[in-house]
């Protein structure tokens, strides 16, 4: 069974930054693509940024020039840079690792961890 274990969450005042990560364990597999969504209260988790096993990157425009998604192939493991953060990125952000293997599909997800952006 795959685990997706998430750190680097916390309180940062607007135009901060933090660092999140996630490693991924249990498989021998390197996850298709490894992902980052985010979640604020009374709203719908919302894909954040995205990276394929070949380094192929995408970002939510909201994001786009200020969070940065990079892994490292070999420790299965993400990470999203996120700087001049501003209150509306306030929200619960999730680890997120696709596999496809041959016809199968496979999701996982890690338990989240709480970004607060407040003064």
């Known amino acids: 069974q795959v685990q997706l274990v998430e750190s680097g969450g916390g309180l940062v005042q607007p135009g901060g930054s933090l660092r999140l990560s996630c490693a991924a364990s249990?498989?021998?597999?390197?996850?298709?693509?490894l992902n980052w969504y985010r979640q604020a209260p009374g709203k719908q988790r919302e894909l954040v940024a995205t990276?394929?096993?070949?380094?192929?990157?995408d970002y939510a425009d909201s994001v786009k020039g200020r969070f940065t998604i990079s892994r490292v192939n070999a420790k299965n493991t993400v990470f999203l840079q996120m700087n001049s953060l501003k209150p509306e990125d306030t929200a619960v952000y999730y680890c997120?690792?696709?596999?496809?293997?041959?016809?199968?599909?496979?999701?996982?997800w890690g338990q989240g961890t709480q970004v607060t952006v407040s003064s």
């Open positions: 997120n690792a696709e596999y496809y293997i041959g016809t199968s599909h496979r999701a996982y």
């Open positions: 249990g498989s021998i597999f390197v996850p298709n693509s």
């Open positions: 990276i394929t096993s070949g380094g192929i990157t």
